[in-house]
């Protein structure tokens, strides 16, 4: 009984050891990173502004590493190619290694091919590499064709951090940054990013918008029964105007069909027909739209679209809405 109790006070003791040392190896492997340096002062450089040499508006926050960051918003009209190798080289300038930098071409919100976005980013190591560094990042892009450029300059300032060996295998972290490169591989970076940026340059010139016909609203456009309507001009090559009437729709569809055919405009069928009934919609829901080309086809065109419904979409067929609009269009790209 004695021996039991000895083997039991043994096994305890070496289960508690074990347990003991168990626990402080995985408390160390699950501890976070190590801090080795503190990340340089958070402090906006007084070189570091506005294309034209303006000083910045510049305000604070925090991302999701929880760096400290500094921000910077602008608007310009200068070409991106110009903002692209003012950023590159005011970094370089003052010492900050080129880390990315580069213009994508896309399409805007007009359909527009033409340069959109482009950025640069560069890191600056004080003490050294590997060490804290403080990161700058310039985006800029457009989203509508000839529009303002927004340029976007972010500082961030990042301590030096030192992972365990077992806690970067677990967490698959990501690798240091890359070390300076050989003169010879950073001449043909160089070489590559002048051949990117002459490319790109093409874009930089804004694109004339293509001319519209001048349009006005037809003393013939009126009211089903006559009458002159009031007219809403929303731009320089768009107008409008609206009604309600008892009239039905086919006879709606087929006095301004007439009405533009006589006027010399050409109808287009696919504008012609009602939507059947039975299908979710009022039999009674239709369109017309005539098309003229003043200066002959292909080239500047009016259109003048005619729809109509009825007002009470739940099932009675009368009264009509007739939506009427006269726009101008600018020649079909080729």
């Known amino acids: 009984m004695t021996g039991r109790v000895r083997s039991a006070r043994v096994f305890a003791s070496f289960a508690g050891a074990v347990f003991f040392l168990l626990r402080a190896f995985g408390t160390t492997a699950q501890e976070g990173p190590t801090v080795v340096a503190e990340a340089p002062p958070l402090a906006w450089p007084a070189w570091l502004v506005h294309l034209e040499g303006a000083q910045l508006k510049v305000q604070q926050g925090t991302d999701q590493s929880k760096n400290d960051y500094l921000r910077a918003v602008f608007y310009t009209h200068e070409a991106m190619t110009r903002i692209h190798t003012f950023y590159e080289d005011l970094l370089k300038t003052n010492d900050y290694r080129i880390v990315t930098a580069g213009l994508e071409t896309g399409h805007t919100i007009s359909g527009t091919s033409q340069n959109a976005w482009g950025h640069v980013e560069a890191d600056n190591y004080p003490n050294g590499q590997p060490g804290p560094y403080t990161n700058i990042r310039v985006d800029f892009g457009r989203s509508v064709l000839n529009g303002p450029i927004r340029v976007s300059i972010k500082l961030t300032a990042h301590p030096y951090v030192r992972y365990g060996s077992e806690i970067s295998h677990r967490h698959n972290l990501p690798a240091l940054p890359p070390p300076r490169r050989a003169s ?16 790109m340059q093409k874009y930089d010139k804004p694109v004339a918008p293509r001319p519209r016909p001048a349009i006005s609203w037809p003393a013939w456009l009126v009211h089903i029964e006559g009458q002159p309507l009031r007219v809403q001009k929303t731009s320089s090559s768009w107008m409008g105007a609206s009604y309600t009437t008892n009239t039905d729709s086919e006879s709606i569809r087929a006095f301004y069909a007439d009405l533009l055919t006589y006027n010399g405009y050409s109808v287009d069928p696919i504008y012609t027909h009602n939507f059947p009934r039975g299908s ?12 003229s080309y003043p200066n002959g086809s292909p080239g500047p065109r009016i259109e003048i679209l005619v729809q109509f419904r009825p007002v009470d979409m739940r099932g009675s067929d009368l009264p009509m809405k007739v939506d009427l609009r006269v726009s101008g269009f600018p020649a079909e790209e080729q």
Request: glycine residues 14%; proline residues 0%.
């Open 184 to 199: 010879q591989a950073q001449e043909k970076a160089d070489e590559w990013e002048r051949k990117s940026t002459e490319h």
């Open 280 to 291: 979710g919609f009022s039999g009674h829901m239709g369109s017309v739209k005539g098309v």
